[in-house]
């Protein structure tokens, strides 16, 4: 009993910690410096990077983002009317996972993130949980961020990328040890068109005004 309330009492701390200050790493990133010996990370706030950047990410991973409350129920619903083929995950339930837990398909986890997931949209705004996604997110093998990630394929800042080389950063997930926005495969290439396509469309209908300014 005690130790389950520790445990919560560290998460809300850290919550309460991560909704001003950035990200200083993840269990995932920490496994990653054990396997490969470093990882790049480096952190970039929201106004210092390209809006294209939050738009593709949006675009690729949860065109409704603006809509939920941490769940798409309309995409659980297709998910399991598909059979389970196809992911249904949130950014949000992305970063419940990505932030805080360890990967994997166990019930433990799920159960956890299933709790953190309504607690981060209560905690955090959509702009401050679409910034900490796109900032611990792994883009090649032990890169993690937009920053990092721009710089390790363009030589560039994330506040320099172009529309098409945010669609191709965020093309490369959810496989990006298999992926490469360097020297992309014509699947890459067509998802990241695809990808270009959608951005256009939620700043056009009002599904990006949650988190650009």
């Known amino acids: 009993m005690y130790f389950g309330a520790a445990i919560l009492a560290l998460f809300a701390a ?34 210092e990077m390209s809006p294209d950047i939050l738009t593709a990410a949006v675009a690729a991973e949860d065109a ?21 083929t196809r992911g ?7 970063v419940a996972k990505n932030a805080f837990l360890w990967h994997g398909r166990s019930w433990v986890r799920k159960a ?5 997931t309504p607690t981060l949209e209560i905690a955090w705004s959509k702009r401050r949980i679409l910034e900490i996604y796109v900032n611990i997110a792994e883009f090649d093998s032990g890169v993690f961020g937009v920053e990092a990630a721009a710089n390790h394929y363009f030589g560039i800042g994330a506040d320099a990328v172009s529309p098409y080389e945010a669609a191709l950063l965020m093309a490369v997930l959810p ?17 990241a068109m695809s990808i270009m396509d959608g951005a256009a469309l939620i700043r056009k209908d009002g599904r990006a005004s949650c988190f650009l300014d």
């Not at 309460?16 to 970039?44: C, H, K, N």
């Open 14 to 47: 850290i919550i309460l910690v991560y909704r001003f200050a950035p990200v200083w790493t993840t269990p995932y990133m920490m496994s990653e410096r054990q396997i490969i010996g470093d990882v790049a990370y480096e952190w970039v706030a929201a106004p």
């Open 64 to 84: 409704n983002y603006c809509l939920h409350w941490g769940f798409d129920m309309r995409a659980i619903r297709g998910a399991i009317a598909d059979g389970g």
């Open 88 to 94: 249904a995950s949130t950014i949000t339930q992305q």
């Open 112 to 116: 956890i993130e299933a709790i953190l």
């Open 175 to 191: 496989d990006p040890k298999n992926r490469s926005a360097r020297d992309p495969s014509e699947f890459v290439r067509k998802r």
